[in-house]
């Protein structure tokens, strides 16, 4: 199954350790989004990025949050410093282009962080 | 106002059942729409896009209302595995970023 990879899928971190969320978008995609779901929540997107580019980060919170797509590797979000609040669903996504037309995101199963 | 909001539901209905959810969105320059579930846990997957001019695909039909900012999902003979929560979304402008609605959550019962 060549699907959107993401791991963990479940972390546990203590207030203030860092946490590391990766994602490998599906065999020949090039565009990967991050969204976060709070328990009960919808989904806020976070960013956008592309391969060594980050497109839209309109949704990153401006501290401790970061995120990267190297040219070799997975996409990563970074979270430094967690606090009990960063405890929820961490999704990414990816699509072959952009996705404003056709509108079809491949989501992969969730990072689900909880913070203690 | 949010961008996008739905009633969060739940909305119990037998089987059988013919069961519809709105949603309406802010931005009257939204490009695209489209209807997503998302099964308890898991990750969203798209369920049918959203034309102007209505579409159908089996027992669900999808409509679009660009003047009133609404958009419809028509469940028909819903079944026990149409339990979901159903996800409306709006492609803002010409922005590539889908945005998410917070979901309605449906429960078919017998």
């Known amino acids: 199954n060549a699907g959107v990879m993401q791991n963990p899928r479940h972390l546990v971190r203590r207030r203030g350790q860092e946490a590391r969320l990766r994602c490998s978008p599906m065999?020949?995609?090039?565009?990967v989004y991050w969204y976060r779901q709070l328990p009960e929540e919808g989904l806020k997107f976070m960013v956008y990025?592309?391969?060594?580019?980050?497109?839209?980060e309109s949704g990153m919170p401006k501290e401790r949050f970061s995120a990267e797509f190297p040219k070799e590797g997975p996409s990563i979000l970074r979270i430094q410093q967690v606090v009990r609040g960063d405890s929820a669903a961490y999704f990414c996504?990816?699509?072959?282009?952009?996705?404003?037309?056709?509108?079809?995101?491949?989501f992969g199963e969730g990072s689900r962080l909880t913070v203690l | 106002r949010k961008e996008v909001e739905q009633d969060p539901g739940p909305f119990n209905v037998p089987e059988g059942a013919t069961v519809a959810f709105n949603c309406t969105y802010s931005?009257?320059?939204?490009?695209?729409f489209f209807w997503y579930r998302q099964d308890c846990r898991k990750e969203p997957k798209l369920l049918m896009s959203?034309?102007?001019s209505g579409n159908e695909d089996g027992r669900f039909t999808a409509q679009l209302n660009r003047a009133s900012q609404y958009i419809s999902l028509l469940i028909r003979d819903s079944k026990l595995s149409d339990s979901a929560t159903y996800l409306c979304?709006?492609?803002?402008?010409?922005?590539?970023?889908?945005?998410f609605g917070t979901g309605t959550r449906l429960q078919v019962t017998l």
């Open positions: 996504a990816s699509s072959p282009g952009t996705s404003g037309t056709d509108g079809e995101l491949f």
């Open positions: 065999k020949g995609h090039s565009h």
């Open positions: 990025l592309q391969k060594e580019n980050i497109i839209d």
């Open positions: 931005n009257s320059a939204s490009q695209s």
């Open positions: 959203v034309y102007s």
């Open positions: 979304v709006v492609v803002p402008g010409t922005a590539s970023k889908l945005t």
